[in-house]
């Protein structure tokens, strides 16, 4: 199932639907980290939302091979984690900001596949996490380079921690629909350019696995959002570095999911 988080119509609260098409959704009521029920109502789509707001988003750094090459990196012997502020999430088709207040002109794209937690997990064996997993969604970890590498003392959370640096979506779905999220095919294009393109076969840890080491002697909460790395092909690794900049669009995908769009201002 592909499960919207929208606006019905103006004034109206968030809700959560089955997808059903673009603009039309059929309503759930209930609580997604609970009890919840389709209802077989149909409901126009008048703003689409990103479809979940997080606890916590986890981050994992360097977790495909290839992506580690381009960037000089090793391979890790454990998972890279790291921080980013829930209210850095934004929904599809609202801008990526780039930040002013703290200057940057290294701002980059990451496409990733976002992994949500449907209850909360402590000391899970990676042979039962995926029964932790409520769905899988894009995202886009977008990332302020210099911020990262030469303004926070090599601490990433400030630099992907932004706001509208997390933008999600465009939809939640269930992992019947994605038994194996080890073997999808995921990307970006920049202005209609491909710039990343490549599988999750690629991952130096794959889901169970970030499950079970991320959630040792440690709680995460339902609707814990994990994102689980990103392919090689970002910007910076690019002879000139390719920065994202105002009056461009950035579209990330992932098979099953779909497209998340969002221009850049």
């Not at 994202?244 to 995908?253: I, M, R």
């Amino acid at each position: 199932m592909k499960i919207v988080r929208y606006l019905p119509s103006p004034g109206e609260p968030p809700r959560w639907g089955r997808w059903i098409e673009p603009n039309l959704a059929e309503r759930i009521d209930g609580d997604l980290f609970g009890d919840w029920s389709v209802t077989g109502r149909r409901e126009p789509i008048q703003k689409l939302l990103a479809p979940i707001q997080p606890p916590a988003i986890l981050g994992i750094g360097l977790n495909y091979r290839r992506h580690a090459e381009e960037t000089g990196g090793k391979v890790p012997e454990w998972p890279v984690l790291f921080l980013k502020n829930p209210a850095s999430v934004q929904n599809p088709g609202n801008p990526i900001v780039i930040p002013r207040s703290l200057p940057t002109e290294e701002v980059d794209y990451e496409c990733e596949l976002a992994v949500v937690l449907g209850r909360s997990a402590r000391n899970v064996p990676a042979d039962r996490a995926l029964e932790f997993v409520l769905g899988y969604t894009a995202a886009n970890d977008v990332s302020a380079r210099d911020w990262q590498m030469r303004r926070s003392g090599r601490q990433w959370c400030r630099a992907k921690s932004f706001d509208t640096f997390c933008p999600l979506g465009p939809c939640l779905v269930t992992p019947d629909e994605i038994p194996d999220p080890g073997k999808l095919r995921l990307g970006t294009r920049l202005n209609g350019e491909t710039v990343q393109d490549w599988t999750t076969s690629d991952l130096i840890f794959d889901v169970p696995s970030l499950i079970e080491f991320l959630s040792a002697d440690t709680t995460l909460l339902a609707g814990t959002v994990i994102l689980t790395g990103t392919p090689h092909g970002v910007g910076m690794a690019r002879q000139p570095p390719l920065w994202l900049k105002p009056g461009d669009v950035v579209t990330v995908w992932v098979d099953g999911v779909g497209e998340l769009t969002n221009p850049v201002v």
